[in-house]
């Protein structure tokens, strides 16, 4: 029952993100995309999240570590998800000069293999983007209390997550829809925090690297 209550949620987020890059029937002007051409032909591009300019709306379980704090925001969960080790964040993401061109949507669930995300990146002028992998954030919770921040109060510093090939951190890239249905290909994502406040508001970036293929 959680299983298929979650798997609405996300398809419902992805949706209303995907209505929303062509309500109101428009064209929206479309911003250069910096992608970059592999040898073998697929095609990379870097998406970047500024915290906490470019954060949303974000709630979860108090099981979730330091991102679930209530610096997140006052959204209830419904009783269904409640029990479950859950994080939905909403946010604005970037290209790598800084540009906001779109909205992106990230769920994290915990299963025994540990922490999957999903992400669905909306760019209203491109199309939707979907992402399924493993949380790069896992780890840092651990990485920045060895760091030395601490519950209620204020930290600064260096922290970053990086995952690799080896450890599973690098999931899986699928278009859904206009200029990106059809192709497939993988991301890593990657963290970078600088600062937490008393209340675990996050400072520094998230990168999603992607290397697209046109699906045969």
Do not use: C
């Not at 479950?84 to 992106?104: P, Q, S, T, W």
Request: proline residues 4%.
């Amino acid at each position: 029952m959680k299983i298929a209550f979650l798997s609405g949620a996300v398809l419902g987020v992805a949706l209303a993100l995907a209505i929303a890059g062509f309500y109101p029937w428009v064209d929206h002007v479309r911003m250069l995309s910096y992608t970059g051409v592999q040898q073998n032909g697929g095609r990379t591009e870097r998406f970047v999240i500024r915290l906490p300019a470019d954060q949303i709306i974000a709630t979860g379980t108090q099981d979730g570590g330091v991102r679930n704090s209530a610096a997140l925001g006052g959204v209830r969960l419904p009783e269904a998800l409640s029990q479950a080790a859950v994080r939905l964040e909403h946010f604005k993401v970037r290209d790598i000069e800084g540009n906001v061109i779109g909205l992106a949507a990230k769920h994290t669930t915990a299963v025994p293999a540990g922490p999957n995300a999903a992400w669905a990146i909306t760019i209203p002028s491109r199309g939707t983007l979907r992402l399924v992998g493993t949380d790069a954030f896992s780890d840092l919770d651990d990485a920045l209390e060895r760091a030395g921040r601490r519950e209620a109060l204020r930290w600064s510093g260096d922290v970053s997550s990086t995952p690799s090939r080896a450890e599973g951190g690098v999931g899986r890239a699928a278009g859904s829809s206009g200029e990106f249905e059809g192709l497939a290909g993988s991301y890593a994502e990657s963290w970078r925090v600088t600062g937490v406040d008393e209340i675990g508001g996050l400072r520094g970036t998230i990168q999603l690297a992607t290397t697209l293929f046109r699906a045969p």
